[in-house]
């Protein structure tokens, strides 16, 4: 039972959405699959006097290669991830992500975008989109921009958006890559990442290496990448990338896991996950899917 | 606000406020008890319909949002008797306080739609949003497993 | 061996047609069709009102002052009522709780005030408006701390309590109750003792997570009766409960009357009385009105009972050749704000806290010590799930210093039947023995297991685990059996369906003895207008009690079956036997008569006239041989227990040792039912349980700051399993050594199969990788960063 009354409104075009946003500064939101939203809604942790739902409008569902991008659109889900043949031919690692949140009651509704718009430290498509060229897109009421994803996280649950804006999609640049995502939970169930790692191994030894849930937004590791740049993978190298995680990281001591663990556990899981992206760069390693820890 | 949509199989219009939950309505309006309220946060699946034939947690849809959809839960599919898969749940004591069996019915049923012939680790994955605090899952899992092999599918 | 029964003469081990089945549970088409109904299923029409619950902030305060005005005139409202509207006490064994707090709360959460709204939403948002002043006090947050001489006193009242006559709280201290058991001379012992190991374990607290919340619907009449429907373990002991905390109000018990429909699941959380007392005294002032108060899962966790935490301190003596000579065993509970029923957790464990060993030299301490954080109470194993964690732990370290098999070790200590009790009875029949040794075959012990993954381990281990039923020396049960027109059957018993099988292992029980197929009784759900008494579904004794209770119905029935046969065709009773609904005489092949031409019609005599008529019968059961009167300084003397369950348990896990991840790969439980009425449903306790102690050890725990507020009341952060956290391979045991008082050899088994758990796991993970963690639970975290630093320094 959510308490707290408020009103609702379905546009059907953007420009409506945008509108409607604008004229409500500060005191709408948006919903998309909702399984945050109501949830705070019924937590009372968030008190909107609207609530402008994205649904009806057009083409927000859509996954597709356009060129040598591919284009996923703010209301897909993270079921139409799992089961989509185009991800599973250009981006593997965002079904073997997707696959890691909650259960399929979740998926069936929550968005890939609505995931990084909540922006908890944990979320799960946070290191993953880190680690690909990605391009959030939104559009508001003074037309669209769009933001890297590098300038998408700005603080603990924000982001680049601003309150009279919707995201329509996303674009990835393909390559070719070998991807993974390993992620720490408290058992095999459905979890909330402790600590999470996020690698694209592209050709050249070419890496870029993102954490979840040991900062307060997703971050990538500079340092690390420099690192590893231009360098065969060995196990003297791998040893070298592990040793700098304390200093690339600032993880919090909480009631889900100490600060010294989430640091441990970064590192085991970097070196275990470079060793796997490597490997599925050349088409060998564990497949997608498989749980590194 | 005005709401219209279907569940199990009949048409409703209803009056419902922006902040009612779907699942709430479902109880309390239509009188379609087998979804639960177990956690009203999307924890514990004991609220699982089904929406246009996939699993949701009715606890997380703002029963506005059902506008013009299907909904079936556990009632919509035992008119007609019980499925085999419901079948099985009975005569394997899949169950135990069965508070949570609706849910994880809708749950199997969903898998079953979608994969006839599962493997263990696709059970576990279908129910793993479902809690169960009694059976420790095993007699669920071979009912579910007995169900998708008596669809005679190879893997 | 075949064995026969009291009340079946007839009935051998291996002619047995109902009882030692696999039968089809009776509730299934109920429960997967969705028709089961449970409390908040049913439908109340539009008369119906909606309670709100105003709670503290703080987990020690004086109330200052309580403003309701904003809220009474809040839209929907039709009362806000707070402690001065029932200043009345109640408890199930010590009454030191008020039904809403009256001049301090001494928990997070306690009850100050309620909101009576027309919806459910208005009354959420009255209860925003109540304005509650408090003076902060100190909160006690640990046991021993509260133990201290000059702790802060969280009940100074305590020595006014009333309680029941085998507790012995301590004026001014926080100690509610000191369980104490002294035998033989523990001091000599250590002192001749060739090794003794002295450690202390430490447990949290944990909840039990029915997946139903707690819900009640009361409703006083204009006829001033008041009718309560709840999700409960405990119908009688509730109405018992609200007739003695109402009768201010002038109640009586045959005003009151508990509707008890199916519940979603219990596990000890829904015994006795907790938030139910709320709607039931909220409800009687609004006359006529139905009002409902049903728990948030939130409150769920920290306003119900919680499993009480403990600090073990432990001391264990042994001879070279792994004789056990002395046991000393210290438990200092966390059991809360308020001990009403939790204090009788810390009498049992007191009782049995030895474990399944044979122990000339005892010396038990068991406090129940007041806290400042939620009430602890029951919760599946009662308090020996909490002392085996340590004890099972001890007891593979001792026999690693003494360089014995820890599985030799334990059969050579393991109590047998005839061994001598710490408070001086002698052990029941038992089949210990057999359970260990079935274990360690099923896991492989002594076979080490290599994992081919090069960063993991494997690791195996074993504990053993007994509990006895911890109820009043007289607890009983009752039941009421009738037949149908067709010779279908209809029994009401008062014992709770938690999930656990009951109904079916009672109507299994009634026809065996009266050859009416399963399927054709009907087991009802309580009304204790109608239903007849049971004390509670706790303990793991409702098969054994309720079930002797409907044996007899059983055997009374039969006899007023033959007893009409008899008046007609002059047969003497004791030719006279059942077969396939039918009676059958031994001493005429010819005769049959089937039930259901005569259990409600009766038969036709030769002159026109009727014999007979309806076929109703009742049993009751109450054990007369226990007594609860013991000498409070060394807990000789009494007979509180009625009689142990034992078992074993092993695991093989696989322990991953960068991340600490364990899998357990296999688990094997043994525990002695005496006699498995319906052997898939002790399986399904098997597995069920033990997933449920594996989670306690895993990963769950309640988690508490430093103002003592819980901080995971959710699944978000309190993990229970999902079905990917399950052993690979469950191993389910059945020991059959019969209870010889039991119904066909039958004893409960519902709480032991959690009970070693928590150790097996814990000694599992040392096998695997040498090393020990001593607080539960084992996580993870704490197996890889102990790791870590092993092996690092």
Redesign the interface.
Do not use: C, Q, W
């Given at each position: 039972?959510?308490?707290?009354?408020?009103?609702?409104r379905?546009p059907t075009t953007l420009a409506e959405a945008t509108q409607t946003l604008a004229e409500h500064p500060g005191l709408a939101m948006i919903?998309a699959g909702?399984?945050d939203l109501?949830?705070w809604?019924?937590?009372d942790v968030i008190a909107p006097d609207l609530?402008v739902?994205i649904?009806d409008i057009p083409d927000l569902s859509e996954i597709k290669v356009v060129d040598d991008e591919l284009h996923i659109g703010s209301l897909v889900t993270f079921?139409d991830l799992i089961e989509s043949e185009t991800i599973h031919e250009h981006v593997p690692l965002l079904a073997e992500m997707s696959?890691t949140v909650?259960?399929?009651?979740?998926r069936?509704?929550a968005t890939m975008v609505g995931n990084i718009c909540s922006a908890v430290p944990s979320c799960d498509a946070g290191p993953v989109l880190l680690v690909y060229d990605t391009t959030v897109h939104l559009t508001g009421p003074n037309g669209d921009r769009s933001v890297d994803i590098n300038d998408w996280f700005t603080g603990l649950r924000e982001t680049a958006l601003t309150d009279d804006e919707v995201v329509t999609h996303l674009t990835l640049k393909l390559r070719k890559h070998g991807g993974v995502y390993v992620k720490?939970m408290?058992?095999?169930?459905?979890?909330?990442a402790q600590a999470a790692v996020g690698i694209a191994a592209y050709p050249d030894n070419e890496y870029r290496v993102a954490f979840g849930a040991v900062a307060p937004t997703p971050i990538r590791s500079a340092r690390i990448e420099n690192t590893l740049h231009g360098n065969e993978l060995d196990d003297d190298l791998v040893a070298r990338t592990v040793a700098m995680v304390p200093d690339e990281i600032s993880p919090i001591t909480d009631?889900?896991?100490?600060a010294?663990?989430r640091t441990?556990?970064t590192a085991?899981m970097l070196k275990r996950g470079l060793w796997a992206a490597r490997q599925r760069l050349d088409g060998t390693g564990p497949a997608y899917g498989a749980r590194l820890? | 606000m005005n709401l219209e949509l279907k569940v199990n199989g009949e048409q409703w219009v209803l009056d419902v406020a922006a902040a009612d939950v779907l699942l709430d309505v479902l109880r309390e309006q239509v009188g379609t008890k087998s979804p639960k309220v177990g956690c009203e946060r999307g924890d514990c699946g004991s609220c699982t319909i089904l929406m246009d034939g996939r699993s949701v947690r009715s606890c997380l849809v703002l029963a506005v949002e059902a506008e013009g959809h299907d909904i079936v839960t556990v009632e919509g599919i035992s008119y007609e008797g019980m499925s085999q898969l419901q079948d099985l749940f009975i005569s394997n004591n899949s169950f135990q306080c069965g508070f949570c069996a609706p849910g994880i019915v809708l749950s199997a049923t969903e898998l079953l739609e979608l994969n006839p012939n599962p493997s263990r680790h696709d059970v576990q994955e279908a129910l793993a949003g479902n809690l169960c605090r009694c059976t420790g899952y095993e007699p669920i899992i071979d009912a579910v497993l007995a169900a998708g092999q008596g669809q005679g599918e190879t893997p | 061996m075949t064995t026969t029964f009291p009340f079946e003469a007839d009935a051998k081990e291996d002619e047995l047609k109902a009882v030692g089945t696999d039968a089809v549970r009776i509730d299934g088409l109920d429960k997967i069709s969705g028709a089961a109904e449970f409390v908040d299923d049913i439908d109340f029409g539009p008369g119906l009102l909606h309670a709100a619950i105003v709670e503290s902030p703080h987990a020690f305060a004086r109330i200052v002052s309580i403003d309701t005005t904003e809220a009474a005139r809040a839209k929907g409202v039709v009362r806000v009522v707070t402690g001065k509207d029932f200043p009345y006490k109640f408890g199930m064994y010590m009454e030191d709780r008020y039904i809403f707090a009256q001049d301090h709360v001494r928990f997070v959460g306690e009850q100050v005030a309620g909101v009576i709204a027309r919806s459910h939403r208005e009354a959420v948002q009255a209860a925003k408006l109540v304005e509650v002043e408090y003076e902060v006090l100190n909160p006690i947050l640990d046991p021993k701390q509260a133990f201290e001489e000059d702790a802060d006193l969280i009940h100074p009242e305590l020595a006014d309590y009333t309680h029941v006559p085998w507790f012995f709280p301590k004026a001014d201290t926080n100690i509610a109750h000191w369980r104490k058991i002294r035998k033989g001379d523990t001091e000599k012992a250590f002192a001749e003792a060739d090794y003794v190991l002295e450690d202390t374990y430490f447990v949290p607290r944990y909840a039990h997570c029915a997946i139903e919340p707690h819900v009640t619907v009361s409703k006083l009449d204009q006829a001033d009766r008041l009718t309560v429907w709840t999700a409960s373990q405990s119908p009688h002991t509730q109405r018992h409960l609200f007739a003695q905390a109402l009768e201010p109000l002038g109640f009586t018990h045959k005003d009151v009357r508990v509707i008890t429909p199916y519940i979603g699941g219990g596990f000890g959380g829904k015994a006795g009385v907790s938030m139910e007392i709320l709607g039931a005294a909220m409800a009687t002032l609004v006359k006529g009105r139905p009002l409902k108060l049903r728990w948030t899962r939130e409150q769920e966790f920290y306003n119900t009972y919680q499993r009480q935490g403990v600090t073990a301190e432990l001391k264990v003596g042994v001879m070279d050749d792994g004789t056990i000579t002395a046991v000393e065993h210290k438990l200092y509970w966390d059991a809360g704000a308020y001990v009403e029923y939790g204090a009788n957790v810390v009498n049992a464990a007191g009782l049995s806290a030895t474990g399944p060993y044979r122990v000339p030299n005892i010396s038990n301490d068991s406090l129940c010590m007041y806290t400042n954080l939620p009430p602890g109470g029951p919760y599946r194993g009662f308090g020996y799930s909490e002392f085996h964690f340590g004890l099972e732990s001890h007891m593979d370290r001792i026999a690693e210093a003494i360089g014995m098999d820890p599985v030799e070790f334990r059969r050579k200590n393991a109590i047998v039947e005839g061994d001598e009790l710490s408070y001086g009875g002698h052990m029941n029949p038992s089949g210990m023995i057999e359970a260990i040794d079935k274990v360690a075959d099923a896991i492989e012990w002594g076979v080490e297991e290599q994992s081919d993954n090069p960063n993991t381990v494997m690791g195996k281990g074993i504990a053993l685990f007994w509990k006895a039923p911890a109820m009043p020396p007289n607890a009983s049960s009752a039941s009421f059996l009738k037949f149908n027109e067709d010779g279908s059957i209809n029994i009401t018993v008062s014992g709770m369906e938690l999930g656990q099988g009951y109904l079916t292992v009672m109507a299994q029980i009634a026809s065996e003895i009266l050859t009416v197929p399963v399927e054709k009784i009907r087991v009802e759900t309580p009304d204790t207008d109608r239903n007849p008494y049971e004390w509670q579904t706790v303990a793991s004794h409702v098969t054994w009690s309720s079930g002797l209770a409907v044996e007899k119905a059983a055997v009374e029935a039969r006899a007023k079956i033959f007893d009409v046969i008899h008046q007609v065709y002059g047969y003497e009773d004791d030719s006279l036997y059942l077969e396939n609904e039918k009676v059958k005489c031994k001493t005429d092949p010819v005769f049959e008569k089937p039930l259901s031409d005569f259990v409600i019609d009766g038969i036709q005599t030769d002159e026109g006239t009727w014999r007979g008529g309806p076929i109703i019968a009742s049993g009751k059961f109450m054990p007369e041989f226990t007594n609860a009167l013991s000498d409070p300084e060394t807990g000789q003397g009494g007979h509180p227990n009625v009689h142990y369950t034992v078992g074993a348990t092993g695991v093989v896990v696989e322990i991953d040792k960068d991340t600490g991840r364990i899998w357990v790969r296999k688990a094997a439980l043994a525990v002695d039912a005496g006699k498995a009425i319906n052997p898939d449903l002790v399986k399904g306790q098997i597995v069920g349980g033990l997933v449920q102690g594996l989670a306690t050890v895993l990963y769950e725990d309640m988690r508490f700051d430093e103002a003592g507020k819980m901080m995971n009341p959710n699944f978000t952060d309190y993990k229970i399993p999902t079905a990917f956290d399950i052993p690979d391979e469950v191993v389910p045991i059945i020991v059959e050594v019969p209870q010889p008082d039991g119904p066909f050899g039958a004893r409960g088994v519902g709480e032991h199969t959690m009970i070693a758990a928590a150790p097996v796991i814990a000694n599992a993970v040392y096998d695997a990788l040498g090393v020990r963690i001593k607080s539960m639970p084992v996580t993870q975290e704490k197996v890889a960063m102990a790791y870590l630093e092993k092996s690092t320094s």
């Open positions: 039972m959510i308490a707290k009354e408020f009103e609702y379905r919903l909702g399984t109501v949830a809604l019924r937590d609530v739902d649904k079921t696959e909650a259960s399929p009651g979740i069936n509704r720490l408290r058992y095999a169930g459905e979890d909330l009631m889900r896991a100490t010294a663990y441990h556990m085991v820890v | - | -």
